[in-house]
Nanobody, 118 residues
């Protein structure tokens, strides 16, 4: 499966932004999908995960209640809705896919930059 992330940009504190991760080559339904992010000078960190069945989600504590991961099977696309953005959310966001529930994220998108100004 190939992944293409998009939707990043420059926003202000408190704004919302929706990232998209378009899958091609295989149906995204066969994968557990996740979003990770990497801030300048920091290691990549987990943000959110959606099970391959689409029936469960898991979030990092830092984004819980503000971010929502979802999937549109018809569009073969995974989304990350980000609300109440903070400057510390500034990072390059990556989508990733793991076959079914393997937890092994073998496939990665190219990343999209989100910058939140104070």
């Amino acid at each position: 499966v190939q992944l293409q992330a998009s939707g990043g940009g420059l926003v202000q504190t408190g704004d919302s932004l929706k990232l998209s991760c378009a899958a091609s080559g295989r149906t995204v339904n066969d994968y557990s999908t996740a979003w990770f992010r990497q801030a300048p000078g920091k290691e990549r960190e987990f943000v959110a995960r959606l099970s391959w069945r689409g029936d469960s989600t898991y979030y990092a504590d830092s984004v819980k209640g503000r971010f929502t991961i979802s999937r549109d099977n018809a569009k073969n696309t995974v989304y990350l809705q980000m609300n109440s953005l903070k400057p510390e959310d500034t990072a390059v966001y990556y989508c990733a896919a793991a076959p079914f529930s393997s937890g092994n994220y073998l496939y990665w998108g190219q990343g999209t930059l989100v910058t939140v100004s104070s």
